[in-house]
Nanobody, 118 residues
Framework: QVHVVESGGGLVQAGGSLRLSCAASGSFDSINAMGWYRQAPGKQRNLVASITSGGTTNYADSVKGRFTISRDNAKNTMALQMNSLKLEDTAVYYC????????????WGQGTLVTVSS
């Protein structure tokens, strides 16, 4: 069974930085796109950033210039460097991995809470 586990969340002051990590485990043929999503209380889950297997990135407008997504294909990991954090970045952050095991599939992590305080 394939799993992804997030880590690195926590409490940080506005203007500070955090680095989230996502590690994949299990058996799969290949990993395709990976992404970070977030869900604030009472709101829907939205894409924060994504990265293809080739390294092409995509960011939500609200985080462009502040967040950087990266991945290590050899280690099956992904990271999200978050700088200049704002109060509105407070949310549960989820890792999503698209992978192939006979056919295309996806798996979500349990989420890690990021709280930005004033």
């Amino acid at each position: 069974q394939v799993h992804v586990v997030e880590s690195g969340g926590g409490l940080v002051q506005a203007g500070g930085s955090l680095r989230l990590s996502c590690a994949a485990s299990g058996s799969f043929d290949s990993i395709n796109a990976m992404g970070w999503y977030r869900q604030a209380p009472g709101k829907q889950r939205n894409l924060v950033a994504s990265i293809t297997s080739g390294g092409t990135t995509n960011y939500a407008d609200s985080v462009k210039g502040r967040f950087t997504i990266s991945r290590d294909n050899a280690k099956n990991t992904m990271a999200l460097q978050m700088n200049s954090l704002k109060l509105e970045d407070t949310a549960v952050y989820y890792c999503k991995m698209n992978y192939k095991l006979l056919w295309d599939r996806e798996v979500w992590g349990q989420g890690t809470l990021v709280t930005v305080s004033s």
